[in-house]
């Protein structure tokens, strides 16, 4: 049972637009959900995260977006740019001893310029 | 750059072999996990340690097996290679465990078995 769902797979976005993707959870032990950022060929690099306790957490050009009631949280990239185009995954860790993450499937993102 | 090392990058074995993989973790990061990556699919947990001891575990069978080292560098050991066992494999590293804390991937080591 995958205790992460992601979507879409894919997205495709013009150069300036916005790029949303979304993750919805089950266990509502979660209590820490990072974005990670994945370029062909290596490691996923953390993007941003945050915790259940706020609703909105903005780093520059992106923004976590987070509904406890709804247990969904979705990523948005505000002017998406074509060195944006990587494979994006949320993920979700429980409030306990683990360092033990669940991921999402991937949304493979293209930015066209 | 993460500061975590993996060796090799890329690694061909045949069905039924052993292999070894390594990670070396960022300068005083003391936990170590590591993920299985299937292609198209987001990582999924193996195991992780903590200052030398296996600290929980993914749903992998036992041939997947590891070790971390003094100095906090892991290996990760699989006997009895199956075609399924082709993926990425990461690992990351982390101060300590627990909420919130940062993970931070190496760049993998792509494993195909033939």
């Known amino acids: 049972q995958q205790q992460v769902k992601q979507s879409p797979q894919s997205l495709i976005v013009q150069k300036g637009g916005i790029s949303i993707i979304n993750c919805a959870y089950e266990n509502t032990a979660f209590d820490y959900f990072p974005w990670y950022q994945q370029f062909p060929g290596k490691g996923p690099a953390l993007l941003i995260a945050i915790r259940p306790d706020v609703s909105e957490k903005k780093e520059g050009r992106f923004t976590i977006s987070f509904n406890k009631s709804a247990k969904q949280f979705s990523l948005h990239i505000m002017d998406s740019q074509p060195g944006d185009s990587a494979t994006y995954f949320c993920a979700a860790k429980t409030v306990d001893n683990f360092n033990k993450f669940y991921f999402g499937s991937g949304t493979k993102l293209n930015v066209k310029p | 750059e993460t500061g975590v090392t993996q060796s090799p990058t890329h690694l061909i074995k045949t069905r039924g072999q052993q292999v070894t993989l390594r990670c070396s973790s960022q300068?005083?990061?003391?936990?170590v996990s590591w993920y299985q990556q299937a292609l198209g699919q987001g990582p999924q947990f193996i195991f992780q340690?903590?200052?030398?001891?296996?600290?929980g575990r993914g749903n992998f069978p036992p041939r997947f097996s590891g070790l971390q080292f003094p100095n906090y560098s892991s290996e990760l050991n699989v006997n009895a290679l199956e075609l399924d066992d082709s993926a990425l494999y990461l690992c990351?590293?982390?101060?300590?465990?627990?909420?919130?804390?940062?993970?931070?991937f190496g760049q993998g080591t792509r494993l195909t078995v033939v």
């Open positions: 300068s005083g990061h003391n936990t």
């Open positions: 990351a590293s982390s101060l300590d465990m627990g909420q919130g804390i940062e993970a931070f």
């Open positions: 340690y903590y200052r030398e001891e296996e600290n």
